[in-house]
């Protein structure tokens, strides 16, 4: 459930900054003749804290996004390089992954609250292709190998270490 959770905040935080270039109500964001965002996008919660903040410069994203929660504390942060760290809101360390091109690189890490390893996913050409799962003492549980028919076809074959 939280994987399904955390990719919507991606989607959510992909679709707010693509939509960024034409938003309205962010007086910091400031556009050229050629409809190029140009400066900070900052959006507030009702109670005026901050919520999202992206700078561009001529079009170009330079620096990092940022989510924070009504709290102030950083919720979610994609760099430039396409780094993606999401937290917990008392600040520790959720999960972790690179994408590039729109698609996941090299390993995702999901971590309990506890700071201990939840699982870590593999992936290989944006395919998702082995899943290790770690109990909250540290130990593993299981080991899948995630084999893909169709987009929707989905086996694992898995060795559980219980």
């Known amino acids: 459930m939280l994987r399904y959770l955390n990719v919507l905040i991606v989607i959510l935080l992909s679709f707010l900054v693509t939509s960024c270039s034409l938003h309205t109500g962010a007086k910091e964001l400031s556009e050229t003749k050629k409809n190029v965002p ?3 996008f900052r959006t507030y919660y ?3 804290q901050l919520e999202l903040e ?3 410069e001529n079009g170009l994203r330079i620096s990092p996004i940022r989510h924070f929660y009504p709290s102030g504390q950083l919720h979610t942060e994609v760099d430039t390089d396409g780094n993606y760290h999401q937290y917990f809101e008392d600040g520790t360390l959720a999960m972790e992954f690179t994408e590039k091109n729109g698609k996941k690189i090299g390993e995702e890490k999901i971590y309990y609250s506890n700071g201990s390893l939840n ?5 290989r050409d944006g395919e998702c292709y082995w899943r290790d ?3 909250r003492n540290g ?3 299981s080991s899948c190998k995630i084999l893909r028919g ?4 989905r086996r694992e074959i898995c060795n559980s270490f219980d």
Do not use: P, Q
Not at 119 to 123: Q, R
Not at 150 to 153: L, M, P, S, V, W
């Open 54 to 56: 992206v700078n561009y």
């Open 46 to 48: 009702s109670e005026g």
């Open 139 to 141: 130990v593993i549980r």
């Open 119 to 123: 699982s870590v996913l593999k992936y």
């Open 133 to 135: 799962d770690y109990h």
């Open 150 to 153: 169709t987009k929707r076809e």
């Open 38 to 40: 140009d400066g900070w």
